[in-house]
């Protein structure tokens, strides 16, 4: 199957790159010389992105995709390399958060310390606002931003 073209911006530029849509996930290649394949927007996609690596590679090869390299992310919290690939450790900064409520009163008054329960809920408001703003909406339920 031939690979459509989707623009994406990459580092101040927009670059058309391959795509091909493979078990409901968009793959893309990029690069010149190596060209790598990873899911589009994989940073965003809620639980696993992948269910089965192999599966998924032996369907990237038959589509007319061309990658040297597939990439793949393996989600907070599991620490624990799950798969028998080459592993490469990625800093992240997270903290865990059910709710935007016990973000405010219990996370950040950690960090603020002595700061009134005023100053707090002024914060928590301006957060509010911000995530009314965002083309994105926050779920309280869940604790994240969803498209």
């Known amino acids: 199957m031939k690979p459509e073209y989707i623009e ?21 290649s990029r690069g010149k010389w190596l060209k790598v ?38 989600k907070l919290p599991d620490t624990t390399p799950k798969y028998q ?24 008054s950690q960090r603020l310390g002595a700061v009134s329960e005023r100053t707090i809920e002024s914060v928590e408001d301006q957060i509010k606002i911000v995530l009314d703003l965002h083309p994105w909406s926050f779920s309280a339920d869940r604790g994240h931003l969803t498209p």
């Not at 101040?12 to 795509?19: D, E, K, M, N, Y």
């Not at 269910?51 to 992310?73: G, H, M, N, R, W």
């Open 8 to 28: 994406i911006r990459a580092q101040g530029r927009t670059l058309r790159v391959p795509s091909s849509v493979i078990n409901g996930r968009r793959v893309i």
């Open 37 to 74: 394949a990873a899911v589009q927007d994989e940073d965003f996609i809620e639980g696993e992105v992948i269910q089965d690596p192999a599966d998924f590679v032996a369907k990237l090869k038959a589509e007319e995709i061309s990658a040297d390299i597939f990439t793949f992310v393996q």
């Open 85 to 108: 690939y080459r592993l490469e450790w990625d800093n992240v900064a997270a903290i865990p958060t059910t709710t935007c409520e016990e973000w405010s009163k219990q996370r950040l």
